[in-house]
């Protein structure tokens, strides 16, 4: 396993996000615990030290199956990171309610790191309002030695993150951000990593591979990059480009089996440059890749409050796959049809539950109503 130093600490380049363990029965909020079980210890005899979780991920679930599943394991042995879930409203009013609930299912009597979750344009004027106890309240913590490093993770627009550090940047430590070479220029990353090498803070990625699509390529851009390096492997060449950055610190990734940790474990144990050639390819990949595509990438927060229960991130990688693809045919309408989920798009009712959630700012029922006209045609 390969290292990084922030700060006193040496931390694993490669950090375990459970956002997306096994589950058992496709339900996200019932995770797998035996085999998370053998996914956390493969992972800390692999060297890993860091592990991520959040207030939301998996219904709710991920702290509380986390906590109990690292209680063996001496607590210096790791380092843990959650989150305060300033995407709703309503936790904003009792920050200590939250933070003490997080240690209490976490079963820890302090936290790594912690991190404003999701820092974006819905709630930045929250945030910056002088009623706001938030901030107060997690310095307070962090003075008491139960957050022994904080920070904030971001999918907002480069204007909300200035005005957030200016604010409180002096009290920032580090910033998790979605970096990958699709991302570079379409979310604007290269533009955030530089902004935040000005303020002198690594840089933590979230989704090198976006949610796994950049495992998953089209043909023409797997041969391009299999002439390049025949041996290397879809997974690699996201990592590579990541670890090429500067300021990257921390590389998060989501894995959800164990053929996912072992071949991480394979690919961060020796130092992989990337030449300037191969990522000219890989941007000229990401330029293919983003044309007419929503940029989801399946983190699932949609799903959590949808009152017709719609597999939000199946229907629009179905809608990026057939509706905005060139030269669609009555084979691939087909095609589209027969995989569609049990629920479609026309049950949408437009309610906006998840838009108000997503992190990619998607206008999820303008989707809906876009692919269930498509369909109606």
């Known amino acids: 396993m ?11 380049a490669l950090g375990l996000g459970v956002m997306r363990m096994p589950v058992i029965d496709g339900d996200s909020a019932r995770i797998d615990e035996e085999k998370a079980a053998e996914m956390i210890a493969c992972a800390l005899e692999g060297g890993i030290n860091y592990f991520d979780t959040a207030w939301a991920y998996h219904g709710g679930k991920s702290q509380e199956v986390l906590g109990r599943l690292l209680a063996p394991y001496p607590r210096d042995s790791f380092y843990l990171a959650t989150k305060f879930p300033g995407y709703e409203q309503e936790f904003f009013d009792d920050p200590a309610r939250i933070f003490e609930a997080q240690l209490e299912q976490c079963r820890t009597d302090y936290f790594d790191f912690y991190l404003i979750h999701n820092l974006w344009e819905k709630n930045i004027d929250t945030y910056l309002d002088p009623s706001c106890t938030v901030m107060d309240y997690l310095l307070e913590q962090k003075a008491a030695g139960r957050i022994r490093h904080l920070g904030f993770s971001t999918h907002g627009s480069l204007e909300t993150m200035e005005r957030f550090l200016q604010a409180y940047g002096q009290h920032m430590e580090f910033c998790q951000i979605q970096l990958n070479y699709l991302d570079w220029e379409f979310q604007n990353a290269r533009e955030k990593v530089e902004l935040l090498g000005r303020w002198d803070l690594p840089v933590w990625v979230m989704e090198p591979l976006r949610g796994g699509s950049l495992a ?24 590579r480009f990541v670890r090429n950055v500067p300021g990257v610190t921390m590389i998060l990734s989501g894995m959800s089996n164990m053929e996912q940790l072992r071949e991480n ?113």
């Open 216 to 239: 998953a390529l089209p043909e023409r851009a797997v041969k391009q990059l299999s002439a390049l390096r025949p041996e290397g492997s879809l997974a690699a060449w996201g990592f």
């Open 265 to 377: 474990l394979r690919l961060f144990s020796a130092p992989a440059p990337i030449s300037p050639d191969e990522q000219e390819t890989l941007l000229g990949i990401a330029a293919e890749l983003v044309k007419n595509r929503l940029p989801c990438t399946a983190c699932r927060y949609c799903t959590e409050g949808c009152p017709a229960q719609l597999d939000i991130p199946a229907l629009i990688g179905l809608y990026n796959d057939h509706v905005c693809s060139e030269g669609v045919t009555a084979s691939r309408s087909r095609s589209l049809r027969t995989s569609l989920p049990e629920t479609g798009p026309d049950a949408c009712i437009a309610c906006g539950k998840c838009e108000s959630v997503c992190p990619q700012n998607i206008k999820i029922p303008d989707v809906m109503a876009s692919f269930a006209a498509y369909l109606a045609e």
């Open 2 to 12: 390969e290292y990084t130093t922030f700060q006193d600490l040496k931390l694993s």
